[in-house]
Structures are given as structure tokens and as C-alpha cells.
């Protein structure tokens, strides 16, 4: 049973208020190809992410891999961490995450907030991606550590599972009718736990996944990118959670594409998105017009922009780093216009 397709009206956990995220008609075209954005900021946290934390948490317990008073360690972005956080929390655990500073500030000073212990493998300043320095030291120190479990978000299949209830959401809003599932491709979870179990009940539906550009997950060249939650840098191992059986589609897009889609986004439609999620709208805004009529194609956005007033919608930062591009931000502005016409005209 879905939790949250059954929810009682008062609840006693922030972790009951996970699920039921809305669909969003972002636009259409003329002949009713449509793009719909499952907006799991939503959530608890304002991200998708605290489904699989909950998941990994509870599949611990039932293992007997996490006692009570335990510890729990990841190495984390951000977005995990915030859901494990919670989680540890409510259920009487000690939270250590295991970060870097190419991380959102909000989303560090957030799981502080809520609790958490923060270890930096990286100095003050030094804003490059350290996915494989973070993950090597989360092992050692839930290794070292006594009651401690590392969860280990890229290889643990509760990851996965943790997102299944999104695609019966899915299903059960659009009665199956579901064409192409386009999601960033970061441990692999949420696309590939989403659609694997979408694809049990529309067999047909394409699977599309979104890396940076500099991600390796669908090949070289490997560079730096500043999208954060997403991907696999250079020196880091691809998680098994990324099921390349499953995936019909790989594809890359740059920062500045990402990110010039987020502000065009925010400012035609009211929505802050994420910077992940900005680089899987761009993909999916590039292909729409070229979709058989009536065609349904949902883009998982991960998480809402709000935690990325800093980086991404602040023109500073941006300029700084040399991912400021008017001309971008115009096209997709350009097309996000004529598409809303057209979605406004045949409302």
C-alpha cells in the first residue's frame, strides 16, 4: 500500500507527509504533446530524495543493520542528507553527513538544523565535487564507529525501492498514460526505482536520463560542473543503482543550459526549480516539439530552486563562474512562451 495514497488527515511524523507530489502541465504543443513536471519539492524537505532516505533507514532496521541509539552516516550532497536527517531524528538516531562545499550552503546549514553532524573532507573554499574522498571516508568512519551504519545511497537497493511509490502516483494520475519518463541520472534511484516499476504497468514507456555535462555515467569527456545532487565526477564509481537495462536514452546537458532553464522557468511561470532539474526540463523542452501528437512525457524535478538563490538565480555568482548567458535564458524563455500560448489557447 502507498503511504501516501492513504493518508490520514492529521499526522504525527514530518516522514507521513512524504508523497501525493503534484503534476504540472508546464506546456503543450498544438497537436497536445504534452510535459508534465512531477514537482517533488513537495516533499518534506523540499526534495525527492527523502523518500529513499526513509527507505535505506527502514530496510536497516528490518536487517538488523541499525539498532536503536545508532548512528547513521552518508556521504552526501545535500539532498539525502536533509531526508536522512529527519528520519534520524524521529526515530531516535545520531546523523553524521560526510560533505563537500560544491554543496548548496542552504542545504548543509539546513541539515545542521535539523540536527545533523556535519564532517567536511574538503578546506573552506574549495568548491570542487568530492564524491569518492567523501564516500571513502563515510565507510571508514561507520566502519570505526560502534551501532553505526552507512547507508551508502549509491549501492544500496532501498534506494531504489524507496522510489517506487512515485510511479503509482504517476500511474494512478494519468490511468497508465505515461510516454517518456525523463529524470537526472545521479546514484540512479529515482529514474531507474521510478521507472522500473512504472514499466511493470506501461510496459512501453521510454526511459530518458539527464547527466551534466562532465558527469561520466554515459561516457567521457569528464570535467568539472557545478549542477549539484547529480552525476558522477571523474574518479567516483558509477552506483549500481544506475541500470543502463532500463534505460532507452542517455544524454547530457551542460550547466549553463541547466541553470539558464531554471531562470527562464522561475520568471515565465512562478516556479523555482533546481539545478538538476533545470537540465532535465531543457532536455525535455528540446524534444517536446517533436513528439507524436498526444504524446505524455513527465520530468522528474527533484528538487524546488529555493535552496539555490546563492548559486544559480544569483547573477554574481553566476558571472563568476561564467554560466551567466542571456542568449540561453532567451531561447528557452522564447519557447516556454509560444508553448504556454499555445497550452492557454487549447485550455
Known sequence: MDHALDRPPIVRRVSELIGATPLFELCRTPDDARLLLKLEQFNPTGTAKIRMARQMVLDAEERGLLRPGGRIVESTSGNTGLGLAVVAAERGYTFTAVVDHHAAADKLRAMKALGAELVYVAEEGDEELATAAREEYAEKLAAETDNAYFTEQHNNPANGVGYRPVA????????????ILIGAVGTGGGLFG??????RTVPGVRIVGVEPKGSIAFGPPAHDYHQSGTGTPEGATIGAMVDYDLLDEGVKVGDVEAFATCRAVARRTGLLIGGSAGGVVYEALARLSSLPPGTTMVALVNDGGEKYLDTVFDDDW????????????????????KLRHTQRKYA
Do not use: Q
Open 194 to 199: 521510478t521507472g522500473g516499476e512504472l514499466r
Open 168 to 179: 503509482h502516483e504517476l500511474h494512478a494520475a494519468l490511468d497508465g498514460r505515461v510516454d
Open 318 to 337: 553566476m558571472a563568476a563562474r561564467r554560466l551567466l548567458d542571456p542568449d540561453v535564458e532567451g531561447e528557452v524563455d522564447a519557447l516556454l512562451t
